[in-house]
């Protein structure tokens, strides 16, 4: 995939099926093709457990005939024959869609950015075992694991291309690497486990093995001898790594095609103040090694950082062109593609930090509830409900005083928004990235 005239072929196979799908007597159409190729390694107890290399391909074509749609795909380049006519008769007997539509013309990318999406180390699966057993080396070296949850390593290189009718011809290459161990600490009944993991676009962004390995490790170790609390109401403050989940649910719940739809607890919000002055969540595609950097969206748009929330205040949907067509506004380039129809969604999504520490937030706390892990998915985006399983650590005098486990924490996603602080360790580690955050008010439920 790092071969430019590869590129440059998959852009003429899908301008060749749009051209098609127009000779067959569709309106307007776009073809959007994704290839793939990945190798990875697993290991567990020392040994290679399993090694796997996959690649794919992925071709859907759309097409209109006046507001009636239909959308066909295929995973091989030998079935394209007949494809655009197929299409077009489908889209024939479909009902209409008076939103459905190609992107406007004038809102098409026409410069696209230089992102640094490609590393063109290609790793080899013998090199992908050996960083896996390093993984798994450093996470059992930490006192107090007893074994390994198991480690892997992973490699994926990725193209995408797009054409439409209107005249858009684009493509691009992305890379990715993947590390993660797990760990166990305890015996019999007494064991615990947990994880750490690290992704990104060039190998060396990526932490040192041993450092991820050692962080699963003392995360187990230290989550032994959990007890159950009471239950009550409390302040809750989650870790970073289940602080992004919340940033997720906001996501969710501002995206276009739900607020469309009616069924979003944030569908009579926007303009609104949301969160507390200061907070700010942005959305950017544009971020320069970014895991959901893209140079334009599912339709040929380049998106523009926004800003989901400014100081508190709502201030956008996540939009593609249909959803923003049936709402009255402009789409803002956050159309995601699959082998179907676009649907909005996030990139880059991020939390601001704010001004004070965690432990300086923690201490401030006095009591209250740590959370480490969060199980299940309890957060009603209709009604904005949330209940979710839990475990961490419990706060007492300020401080983390012993691990807990068996709870269940529950809220409503409104009053939590509006109670958010953010600590200041923020790091960008994944797509979604959040600090350290603080709510006031939950019920935490124990025995």
Not at 104 to 116: G, H, K, T
Not at 169 to 197: K, Q
């Amino acid at each position: 995939m790092s071969d430019p005239l590869d590129l440059e072929r998959l852009k003429a196979i899908a301008g060749d099926l749009v051209a098609d799908a127009l000779r067959h007597g569709a309106d307007a159409a776009d073809a959007v093709i994704a290839r793939g190729d990945a190798l990875s390694a697993e290991v567990r107890d020392g040994k290679i457990e399993e090694t796997e290399r996959a690649e794919g391909d992925d071709l859907a074509l759309r097409v209109f005939v006046g507001r009636r749609s239909a959308s066909v795909s295929t995973n091989t380049f030998g079935r394209l024959a007949g494809l655009a006519e197929r299409a077009v008769a489908m889209a024939h007997v479909a009902p209409e869609d008076r939103f459905a539509g190609l992107a406007d013309p004038a809102s098409l990318a026409r410069r696209f950015a230089e992102l640094d999406l490609v590393d063109h180390a290609d790793p080899t699966a013998e090199s992908l075992g050996e960083a896996a057993l390093a993984l798994e080396a450093a996470a059992v070296a930490v006192p107090g694991v007893t074994r390994s949850g198991g480690a892997s390593a992973s490699w994926s290189r990725s193209g995408l291309v797009l054409a439409t009718s209107d005249g858009f011809l684009g493509g691009y290459v992305r890379s990715s690497h993947g590390r993660s161990a797990t760990a166990i600490a305890g015996e019999g009944t007494g064991m615990e486990r947990d994880w750490w993991a690290a992704a990104a676009i060039h190998l060396g962004d990526l932490p040192d093995l041993a450092e991820i390995g050692r962080k699963a490790g003392e995360r187990a170790v230290r989550r032994l001898a959990p007890r159950k609390v009471e239950t009550c109401v409390t302040t809750v403050v989650f870790d970073p790594r289940v602080a992004t989940s919340l940033v997720g649910h906001l996501a969710g719940a501002a995206n276009g095609a739900a607020i469309a739809r009616g069924t979003s607890f944030l569908k009579e919000r926007l303009g609104a103040r949301v969160f507390a002055p200061g907070i700010t969540i942005v959305d950017d595609p544009t971020r320069r090694r970014g895991l959901a950097s893209r140079p334009f969206d599912g339709e040929g748009i380049a998106g523009a950082p926004l800003d989901l929330v400014a100081d508190g205040v709502l201030t956008t949907w996540l939009l593609d062109s249909a959803a923003a067509r049936e709402l009255g506004l402009e789409t803002n380039g956050r159309a995601s593609r699959g082998a179907g129809a676009p649907s909005p969604g996030s990139t880059n999504l991020t939390l601001l930090p704010g001004a004070m520490p965690p432990a300086d937030l923690i201490a401030q706390i006095g009591t209250g509830l740590y959370v480490t892990d969060l199980i299940g998915h309890g957060a009603n985006l209709i009604t904005g409900d949330y209940s979710r399983g839990a475990s961490g650590f419990w706060i007492e005098n300020g401080t983390l005083a012993y691990p807990v486990a068996e709870l269940t924490i529950a809220g409503h996603l409104a009053e939590m928004f509006a109670r958010l602080v953010p600590a200041n360790d923020l790091e960008y580690r994944f797509a979604v990235n959040a600090p350290t955050v603080a709510i006031e008010g939950l019920t935490v439920a124990g025995r």
